[in-house]
């Protein structure tokens, strides 16, 4: 009888995760937008972001784009940061996407427009390598200006990059051959002397 019963709960409980298993996997192929919600709400980004790039990749609509780009991690994910933050910064929407942002949330350090952007520029090094990464930089500070907070800053601040003295110089070199406006200027001497130190601290950990 003993058996019986055990036998009986074990039947059970298997037909429940399978049934269990079939209802998550529809939801995760019909219905990507709640899991996706429910794993960013308990803190699991990684996870959240497999169902947006699921969600994005079903609507193509430019909002599920910039809520993937908003947990993916450039870090952990280059390659899909470069990928997903890349067609966000070059999408139609992007420009109207950053104005309308900074009017909700106002403008306290950084724009929406520098975040994205400085983000890409740090997944596009990461992934490309040196020269892409600052080739993107290059061509958003010519586009936009040199900003306090443009791509150039981002990459050489960012702390999840590890730069070697290669990497910093090719930073360098390319702030070296920048010609900026008056007001920008600042700024610029403020980056190439951030890569002076941290090809400093570089060479002092070779040293050591």
Same mark, same amino acid.
Request: aromatic residues 10%.
């Given at each position: 009888m003993t058996k019986l019963i055990l036998k009986t709960a074990a039947i059970t409980l298997a037909a429940v995760i399978v049934f269990l298993g079939l209802v998550f996997g529809a939801f995760a192929l019909f219905f990507p937008r709640p899991l996706a919600r429910f794993f960013e709400n308990a803190?699991? %980004?990684?996870?959240?972001?497999?169902?947006?790039?699921?969600?994005?990749?079903?609507?193509?609509?430019?909002?599920? %784009?910039?809520? %993937?780009?908003?947990? %993916?991690?450039?870090?952990t994910s280059p390659e899909k940061a470069e990928k997903y933050l890349g067609e966000f910064v070059y999408s139609d929407e992007f420009e109207s996407f950053c104005a309308d942002y900074d009017e909700t949330y106002g403008v306290y350090t950084y724009s929406a427009r520098e975040l994205y952007q400085g983000r890409y520029v740090v997944a596009r090094f990461i992934n490309s390598g040196a020269s892409s990464g600052v080739e993107s930089a290059l061509a958003f500070t010519e586009e936009g200006g040199y900003t306090e907070y443009n791509s150039f800053y981002w990459l050489i601040t960012d702390g999840g990059l590890i730069f070697s003295e290669n990497d910093v110089s090719v930073v360098k070199a390319a702030l070296e051959s920048l010609s900026v406006q008056d007001g920008e200027r600042a700024f610029l001497e403020r980056d190439i002397a951030l890569c002076g130190e941290l090809l400093q601290a570089l060479g002092k950990n070779g040293a050591a």
């Open positions: 803190g699991n %980004l990684s996870a959240a972001a497999v169902f947006y790039e699921r969600q994005y990749e079903k609507s193509g609509e430019p909002g599920d %784009l910039a809520v %993937l780009c908003d947990v %993916l991690d450039e870090h």
